[in-house]
């Protein structure tokens, strides 16, 4: 009985409200693990998905949850039934502006030449 409590099964709801998963993973599982889970597992047909682990936001029970916490340490007793299914919401966090200005700085830079 200890170990199945040690285990959860995850389901990941995206913003258009399809899902990836459910999928099984043990407690000790870090977030950034959880992250890069659902990088691997995003639906190749969906427009502005995320490119890294860093553009992605899991959120469980109104938390954004911490990359360096485990499974286990976000539990929250309220929500999260032993043996039940967890949802968390995947949000992709847009690309910054300074990543904006770099790409149109970048696109700003060229040379035009006109002979008349």
């Not at 990359?67 to 340490?73: A, D, K, S, V």
């Amino acid at each position: 009985m200890a170990g199945v409590q040690n285990q959860l099964e995850i389901k990941f709801r995206l913003t258009d409200g399809s899902d990836i998963g459910p999928k099984t993973f043990p407690a000790a599982t870090s977030i950034a693990t959880l992250k890069e889970s659902v990088l691997a597992q995003w639906p190749k047909e969906k427009e502005n998905g995320p490119r890294t682990v860093k553009d992605v936001k899991l959120i469980s029970a109104g938390k954004i949850l911490e990359n360096n916490r485990t499974l286990g340490e976000c539990q929250s007793p309220l929500y999260d039934i032993p043996g039940g299914l967890t949802t968390m919401h995947v949000v992709v966090q847009p690309p910054s502006e300074k990543e904006k200005k770099a790409a149109n700085q970048a696109q700003q830079k060229k040379c035009v030449c006109v002979i008349l």
